[in-house]
């Protein structure tokens, strides 16, 4: 069956760095769009991210346009987001997911097929 394993959450001091990474399993990789999307406590799940299947063309919230940077290895059936310049408003549990219209670069919780189970990220002030 379909796995999305979401690694690299953490705590990290306001102004740090984190790299996230999500290992997909169970699918042709290379014919799925990837997202990244995250939820903070009392609040709704937002889309952080989003990349086509070839990783040429790319979608970011205006909240963390210029701050974030997605990115996928076909090869090695992985998506990431490195994350620069954290701030309190990032705290959330971020998630990956995976649609198959793989040249869609979709926005909304129902595009998406696939979920992983998300990965913490912590930011402290």
């Known amino acids: 069956q379909v796995q999305l394993v979401e690694s690299g959450g953490g705590l990290v001091q306001a102004g740090g760095s984190l790299r996230l990474s999500c290992a997909a399993s169970g699918l042709t990789f290379s014919r799925y769009g990837m997202g990244w999307f995250r939820q903070a406590p009392g609040k709704e799940r937002e889309v952080v991210a989003v990349i086509n299947w070839s990783g040429g063309s790319t979608y970011y919230a205006d909240s963390v346009k210029g701050r974030f940077t997605i990115s996928r290895d076909n090869a090695k059936n992985t998506v990431y987001l490195q994350m620069n310049s954290l701030n309190s408003e990032d705290t959330a549990v971020y998630y990956c997911?995976?649609?198959?219209?793989?040249?869609?670069?979709?926005?909304?919780?129902?595009?998406?097929?696939?979920w992983g189970q998300g990965t913490q990220v912590t930011v402290s002030s």
């Open positions: 997911a995976a649609s198959d219209n793989r040249w869609y670069l979709g926005r909304i919780l129902s595009d998406y097929d696939y």
